[in-house]
């Protein structure tokens, strides 16, 4: 039984900054990514920010030098800083691990959301 569990959303201000984390729990052998991804009203669901096993890592133009992704391998979390946050970035955002298994694409494990609402 994996799950993941996300936490860090609420309300806050334009300007204003969140953290959200991310902990995975149960039996997941190789983690090849982790990621971020936000889905507002009305809107596809897009990638925020992902990171590698490497660790290396990229971002939606949009956010790029206000969000950061990092991780804790210790405790399989990840984490997103999200500074200087707008209106328009309100959504709900959600955690992926995406996993290697027998050297090929493993499950892929989704967060159950998190809401992020910023107030104009």
């Known amino acids: 039984q994996v799950q993941l569990v996300e936490s860090g959303g609420g309300l806050v201000q334009a300007g204003g900054s969140l953290r959200l984390s991310c902990a995975a729990s149960?039996?997941?052998?190789?983690?090849?990514?982790m990621g971020w991804y936000r889905q507002a009203p009305g809107k596809q669901r897009e990638l925020v920010a992902i990171?590698?096993?490497?660790?290396?890592?990229n971002y939606a133009d949009s956010v790029k030098g206000r969000f950061t992704i990092s991780r804790d391998n210790t405790k399989n979390t990840v984490y997103l800083q999200m500074n200087s946050l707008e209106p328009e970035e309100t959504a709900v955002y959600y955690c992926?691990?995406?996993?290697?298994?027998?050297?090929?694409?493993?499950?892929?494990?989704w967060g159950q959301g998190t809401q992020v609402t910023v107030a104009s």
């Open positions: 992926n691990f995406r996993t290697i298994y027998k050297a090929t694409t493993g499950p892929a494990y």
């Open positions: 990171m590698t096993s490497s660790g290396n890592t």
């Open positions: 149960g039996s997941i052998f190789s983690i090849n990514t």
